[in-house]
């Protein structure tokens, strides 16, 4: 995904990020004398971060007072200024978002190193940043719980869906809020007002803000493009590099992911788009750090930039040595600087890493050439439009790496038969409208607060609007808000062309490309069902041949009773293959039996006997396994994720025992 969340993470966190509250000192003790900011004036910057977290100074007595209106001591002061060290309880999307803003972390002591002065910053600093992030992702969940209640006033499941989102930054929400939100019979006319009123206050506290020189408050006037919310006024392009090393291995990956591209049209294709005036094709800089887990790589528009998570390519690069080393050689590249120096002597490593993520490289690509040729990310990181992921991206950039998959199918089936994103390809095969809806249930899933399409921002910008002509009814607000609107409109004219623009593109795709992909690939699926059965796994022959009825009953209708035929055949093979099959894990069998289960519910049919024994057996197994592995977890959040899905597979075969001995661990600890 291109980085429309974690791009922002100074203002927002996309996933959930929170202030790490064990990074706030401890009480000052009775004897420690408070602190005079007269008498030992602060530095400018490190002010304002204490002004931002809400400490408050009284310029008569030179006392600092804290955000509990306590005086603040000298020792709190001093343990505050003290580098920050703590890095591990930062949350990983935290940690890619100082990434995305030009910081940088040194595992080895859990610095925070400034991108200009390349030195520690402080826990006071560090504290604020966090900080920043937890409030930024407060306003963007408003915005988006203010739209639901607002678009849907009187549904139930709406007002759950925004207790859920309010949730994800609980602990910086106003309380009144979420007494309101977790009081389980509250009317959803109350929790809208509540929302609605939460919604504006955070407005107008970002309506002040401005991260431009640092945390700090500052008034929108003095702006020549000022932000709606919670935005810094113009972006500044922020550099790419920290130093030379990393710009050294930026520039031979780049020329790495040329040549992986160019071996295939598609790649070709988005390559041509980075040409600059003298036919020079020109990738944005491609930086080699450490990111979110869940991620191989994300296009950050902030710094026009190609990150590529370094564990991926450590995970790569380890495979080659004997197991015996890879422990040691795993501590030895773990070193940033050890591994860059590895991937410049070792261009063989490097194409092998590209090689074999080509398809994520060339989807954040896609989403770089739709920031290139448009505006839409620019007006969103000015604040003229909402920080969303607009889903009509996303299909855009999964068709291109689909397109791509299609002609390595068709030049060799063996490179893509193993590859995770066939999948996603097939299903745009089978119906292009399939292929965008599984997209964009997985966003929606995952990232409820940011996924939107083109007509919910569009939505989204309307109600803000909304609420700025509202804030302008204050005559001290009036100018600000008026300043803000300029701005709104020109975003919303930069949307309207998005819309066109993506309607223009997919219509001309479907007409002339499309139905000649769909024929090619119809034709290549007997050969991935060759590879899937000499490889033993007939699991996967039984799934293609599902996806094959599909687009045989849009194409080749003639070739759809042979088809049906062939599966109910396989279906009975594969359910009597399944429990005998050694190498399959717990969860490959869960995969193929509610695939299954599905086959025989969609055709309306009873379900085999055999089936049946293998349902009880195979939930009966889940339902053991997630609750042990639920009474051996210690994180809460993954314990409970281990009882639901214990639960879920007890209540699949309605077995009382079960439930009753997972009820019993839920109230155990």
Known sequence: MPLFFLHLLLLFSLF?????????????????APYNFKKEPLK?????????????????????????????????????????????????????????????????????????????????????????????????????????????????????MVRELLSREKGVMPQELMSVADTAKTNSANLRQQVEQA?????????????SDGIKKSNLLTRSSPPTAPHPRSYPK??????????????????????????????????????????????????????DPRAGAIYNSQSKSLIVNQQYILDGLLSDFPEKDRDKMGQQLGDPKKLADYLLKNPKARARFVTQNDVPILHELTHAWQDKRGHLFLEMNRGHLPGVDPLESEYEAFLNQSRYIH???????????????????????VDFDLGTESIHQTYSRDWPEGAATFATTDSLQTERLGVTRRLMEDPNQRVI?????????????????????????????????????????????????????????????????????????????QDVSRIEKDLGTNALIVTDWLPRDSSLTLEDKLGSLHNLLDYYDQKKEPRPKALQDLRFSLCTQAANTYLDSAHRETDPKNRSVYMDAAEFYAKEINDTKLLEAIQKERTAK
């Open 16 to 32: 959930h990020s929170r202030l790490s509250y064990s990074q706030s000192p401890s009480p000052p003790s009775v004897s420690d």
């Open 238 to 291: 922020i550099p790419i590099y920290f130093d030379e090393t990393e710009k050294k291995v930026g520039k031979v990956l780049s020329q790495d992911i040329t040549t992986r591209l160019s071996l295939n049209p598609v790649g070709r294709e988005l390559l041509s788009k980075f040409k600059d005036r003298f036919g020079r094709i020109k990738l944005p800089g491609v930086l080699v750090t450490w990111i």
């Open 481 to 557: 808000q008026q300043i803000k609107i300029r701005g709104m409109k020109h975003g919303t004219r930069v949307l309207q062309e998005e819309k066109s623009d993506y309607k223009r593109r997919m219509d001309q795709f479907l007409k002339t490309e499309y139905p000649q992909l769909r024929q090619e690939a119809y034709a290549q699926i007997p050969k991935l069902s060759s590879i899937y059965i000499n490889k033993g796994r007939l699991d996967y022959t039984f799934s293609l041949l599902r996806l094959q009825l599909l687009l045989a009953k849009a194409i080749k209708p």
């Open 199 to 211: 919604y504006i206050h955070s407005t107008q506290f970002w309506d002040g803000q401005s991260f």
């Open 44 to 160: 400018k910057k490190d002010r304002g971060s204490m002004e931002f977290l809400g400490y408050r100074f009284d310029e008569k007595t030179g006392i600092i007072l804290s955000p509990t209106n306590q005086p603040t001591s000298r020792s709190e002061i001093s343990s505050l200024l003290q580098p920050f060290t703590s890095i591990e309880e930062v949350k990983p999307e935290s940690r890619t978002g100082l990434i995305t803003v030009g910081y940088r972390i040194d595992y080895q002591t859990g610095h925070i190193l400034d991108p200009k002065t390349k030195k520690p910053i402080n826990r006071l600093e560090a504290t604020a940043l966090l900080y920043s992030f937890a409030l930024g992702n407060k306003h963007l969940i408003l915005e988006r719980a203010h739209h639901l209640s607002s678009s849907y006033p009187d549904s139930s499941s709406v007002s759950d």
């Open 407 to 429: 002609y390595q199918l068709m030049k060799d089936a063996e490179s893509v038969a193993w590859n995770r994103y066939l999948s996603t390809y097939l299903s745009f095969m």
